[in-house]
């Protein structure tokens, strides 16, 4: 199973723009990159999944260069609200294994 | 909207009582989950199902069995439960192919073991 490498937490503030990069240098050719979101005391919630290049739905966008060994979530002007865990998984449809994540920290 | 229904929200239990984890999806699902979350460890994988009778051993299954007598239903089991099983529990379901919509997980079940 690939390995991903997040930051362990990032700070932000309200209506900014933020990026989360992970890295899966050796990401399987059929992997699809996942990401999830967890708040405290709730089971972590699926946001956005991509293979390569550009991926929009109504909660983020997914940035997958063509090498596919990194990928960047973007959360516009985020709110007090999406102070949460942030998780990038490959998946195919396989088991989910999740690694630490980047706890994001939104400030007034 | 879709759901898994974990059975309870909290749970205390005595060190050595058999315990039972009940975990329902209604998406028809035919692979579930259950993780562990601990503080610093994240979120560990206990046992899986890919169908109704079939499980397989995660990365942290010692202490625990499953159950999947129907589909829709998933059981994690603490034969002997000791102080170590103190956690939180989520169980998750996904179809077999990729749906777009990733796993559905439950609000997880806060386990107490005195």
Redesign the interface.
């Known amino acids: 199973l690939a390995k991903t490498t997040q930051p362990i937490s990032m700070d932000s503030y309200e209506g900014q723009e933020v990026n989360i990069t992970c890295s899966h240098n050796n990401i399987a050719t059929n992997d699809?990159i996942?990401w999830?979101q967890q708040f405290p005391?709730?089971?972590?919630?699926?946001i956005i999944?991509g293979y390569k290049t550009k991926v929009t739905n109504e909660v983020a966008s997914l940035f997958i260069p063509a090498d596919r060994k990194s990928s960047t979530l973007s959360l516009p002007r985020v709110s007090l609200s999406d102070t949460a865990v942030y998780y990038c998984l490959p998946?195919?449809?396989d088991?989910?294994?999740?690694?630490?994540?980047t706890r994001l920290q939104v400030f007034p | 909207d879709v759901k898994v229904t974990q059975s309870s929200r909290y749970l205390v239990k005595r060190t050595g009582e058999k315990v039972f984890l009940e975990c329902v999806q209604d998406m028809d699902h035919e692979n579930m989950f259950w993780y562990r979350q601990d503080p610093g460890l994240g979120l560990r994988l206990i046992y899986f199902s890919y169908d109704v009778k079939m499980k397989e051993k995660g990365d942290i299954p010692e202490g625990y069995s499953v159950s999947r007598e129907k589909k829709e239903r998933f059981s994690l089991i603490l034969e002997s439960a000791s102080t170590n099983q103190t956690s939180m529990y989520l169980c998750a379901s996904s179809p077999p192919y990729l749906s777009g919509y990733g796993y559905t997980f439950g609000s997880g079940t806060r386990l107490t073991v005195v």
């Open positions: 699809y996942t999830y005391s709730q089971g972590p919630r699926f999944q998946y195919n449809t088991k989910l294994i999740f690694g630490t994540g």
